[in-house]
């Protein structure tokens, strides 16, 4: 398993150094990939998705790289905490894929993320109080137009506060190891999707049974612009539900996905 000793439980630094770098290079990977695709090699071929279509300043993505090193460190420590834990018998990782029904494995990962959804909506609107806002959020949102590597750009605060909601589920509910891994990746993939400023979803996926209540990069881009809408994380339930969805998201979504002019 994942989480086996290969670092001894004494070593706890050396495990959350480890981990840093794992999620750093995770981070790396997919914000560096999006980029090199987006805006290295192909440019112009995905400019009409763009949502912001200037170029943005290389101040910016140095800084939000700067402040995601400092997330990964973050999210290192509260792996290592999770991992410990979880040695010691404490939460409710199992390693056998059979100790709960097979339907359990899906069933818990949709269930983690509807846990971590409503923890992060309502944080986030807390998080837009005046006083929090410039104490914990405004970093975030400095990247006024997002790029792919504003993913994990946030104030060391509001990294701690977003790094214990993994770590506190698998207290509560029982979660397959590589579950929890895919949660991760999840996590990781859909916030670089959602800052990555172009629409990579199909043409009135907005309005598909399924697309409907996804976030996407047009979706979170709004909350980036606008403020006062969009608070959601993956789920766009909670803000259908209490009625912070920007008015813009639809036309906006099918300005970025009609076809190119010149197509
Ligand atoms: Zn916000
Ligand atoms: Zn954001």
Request: proline content about 5%; glycine content about 4%.
């Given at each position: ?14 495990l ?6 794992v999620?750093?290079f ?5 914000a ?17 998705r763009k ?13 939000e790289?700067?402040?995601s090193?400092?997330t990964?460190f973050l ?20 390693e056998?894929?059979?100790a709960?029904?097979?339907w359990?494995?899906?069933?818990s990962?949709l269930?983690?993320?509807f846990?971590?959804e ?8 807390w ?15 400095d ?7 504003t ?13 214990i909601?993994?770590p506190a589920l ?22 670089a ?18 697309g ?7 979706h ?14 993956y ?6 539900l ?22």
């Open positions: 398993m994942w989480y086996d000793p290969y670092i001894q439980s004494d070593q706890f630094w050396v959350t150094l480890v981990l840093f770098v999620v750093l995770r981070y790396a990977i997919i560096g990939l999006f980029h090199l695709i987006f805006y290295a090699f192909q440019p112009k071929r995905f400019q009409h949502i912001f279509k200037g170029q943005f300043k290389v101040l910016q993505l140095k800084k790289m700067l402040w090193a400092l990964s999210f290192g420590l509260a792996g290592a905490v999770m991992i410990l834990m979880t040695r010691e018998g404490h939460t409710k990782i199992y056998d894929p059979n709960y029904p097979l359990w494995i899906p069933l990962f269930f983690a993320a846990l971590h409503t923890y992060y909506y309502w944080l986030h609107r998080m837009h109080r005046p006083k929090v806002y410039r104490a914990i959020h405004k970093v975030h949102h990247s006024h137009y997002t790029s792919p590597w993913s994990f750009s946030f104030h060391p605060l509001e990294s701690l506060l977003q790094s909601v993994i698998v207290f509560i509910v029982p979660m397959y190891s590589w579950t929890v891994v895919c949660l991760l990746v999840f996590m990781t993939i859909t916030s999707i959602n800052h990555s400023n172009v629409e990579l979803y199909p043409k009135g996926f907005h309005k598909h049974w399924l409907k209540w996804l976030i996407g990069a047009t979170h881009s709004l909350h980036h612009t606008q403020y006062r809408f969009n608070f959601g994380l789920f766009t339930f909670w803000d259908k209490m009625h912070t969805e920007s008015a813009k998201y639809e036309p906006d979504f099918e300005k970025h996905t009609a076809l190119r002019k010149n197509a």
